[in-house]
């Protein structure tokens, strides 16, 4: 019995002490692996939200507002939220605030792979002194586009996808700008 213990306790040293060292190697290999390849095979997929990129600060980025102050990704999300307050009780499927200029990158394109084809309502806006494009793209083709100067007023239409994957490009021309896009289930006609 005294060397069944024994055997035990040697068992349970040397599997710590293996589990100890194969976790330092690991930590210091300089590999990681992604959530994908540590999840098991049965793992069930957890579903996401449309994708709605937050614009970040960069030390050139420049206020839409105040070209004399540096951007502010709060008072743009608050300008966006504001803007937004009379889609209240729209089912917003997808939506973009971003931030454009000379100054942080003059293009900007978001691939909503998850948006299946069908019709649709968009809802614009942008504010800033500068000229600015949006288009909505599907299956290779352009099917809405906006342009001009921004004015900060909410704007919409509706538009139809023939499959899923829909392109959402907006470009500033010519100064910065913050940009609101809101997609949602089809306007009533």
Request: proline share 7%; hydrophobic share 35%; charged share 15%.
């Amino acid at each position: 019995m005294e060397n069944m213990k024994k055997t035990k306790n040697l068992l349970l040293a040397l599997s710590t002490g293996a589990l100890v060292i194969a976790s330092a190697t690991a930590c210091t290999s300089g590999t990681t692996a992604s959530p994908s390849e540590s999840a098991s095979s049965s793992s069930t997929p957890v579903a996401s939200a449309s994708p709605t990129p937050t614009p970040t600060a960069t030390s050139s980025a420049v206020s839409a507002v105040d070209p004399t102050k540096p951007h502010d990704p709060e008072d743009m999300r608050n300008w966006a939220d504001g803007v937004t307050t009379s889609l209240a009780g729209t089912r917003t499927i997808s939506g973009i605030t971003t931030h454009l200029g000379p100054d942080s990158g003059t293009q900007f394109s978001n691939l909503d792979g998850t948006l299946p084809a069908g019709a649709y309502s968009y809802y614009f806006a942008c504010r800033g002194e500068g000229e600015m494009t949006f288009t909505i793209n599907n299956a290779g083709a352009e099917i809405a586009k906006l342009s001009g100067a921004c004015s900060g007023d909410l704007q919409g239409g509706n538009f139809s996808t023939t499959e899923v994957g829909t392109d959402f490009v907006l470009t500033s021309m010519d100064a910065p700008i913050d940009v609101v896009v809101r997609i949602s289930d089809p306007l009533p006609s």
